[in-house]
Every structure is written in C-alpha cells, then in structure tokens.
C-alpha cells in the first residue's frame, strides 16, 4: 500500500526503532496530526503522550475505541480526588486492573 497513512507508519516506526522518539508527536499541529494513522499512535505513541495531543486529535481519531484504551487511566491513578488506588505512572487504560475489573 502506498497512502500517506502507511508510509508515515513506516517513516514513523523507524524513527521509533532507531531515534528514540527523537521527534514526539506533541510537536506536530492539528493539521498534521490528521494524517497519522490510528495503527501508528496505537503502537508508537506513549500513553501519557497520547493525552497531550488528545484535544488536537480529529474527531476521527477521538472516536476510536482503540485510542481511547491507550489513555492514562487517571480514574484509578493519581487523579486529584484521593481515590487513587495506585502510585506511579498511570498504565493505559487497558492495562489497568481497577479498569477491568470495573467493567
Ligand atoms: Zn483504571
């Protein structure tokens, strides 16, 4: 396949293997964010960062249950409400047990 979509995941992917995340997706505006495939921010794209571009995010990308799940759970992790029920860095939500067992 050669759309935009797949070469930016490959372009994207290699300056992950290879730069360290060199280049953070919060340094790119609205307009180029909607050219980044769902599949790239799911794998590459670190959940605490995820959160930082979430309101530059297309309506396309907001609605995509995928994404959603990679956000920082802050409901069971250090939110500001005293109901945190783990220390350290928020785990997607995916990952989080309090997320899981509540569902
Ligand atoms: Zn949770």
Redesign the pocket.
């Known amino acids: 396949m050669g759309s935009i979509e797949n070469i930016i995941e490959r372009v994207g992917r290699n300056i992950c293997l290879y730069q360290d995340h060199i280049i953070s997706v919060c340094e790119f505006s609205e307009e180029d964010l909607e050219y980044f495939p769902i599949s790239y921010l799911e794998k590459y794209v670190s959940s605490i960062e995820l959160q930082q571009i979430w309101n530059k995010l297309s309506e396309k990308h907001k609605k995509s249950l995928i994404l959603k799940l990679n956000l920082p ?1 802050f ?3 250090n939110n500001t409400e005293g109901t945190t ?1 783990f220390d350290g860095p ?2 997607p ?1 995916k990952l ?4 899981k067992i ?1 569902k």
């Open positions: 759970c409901k069971h992790c029920q928020p785990p939500i989080c047990s309090a997320c509540n």
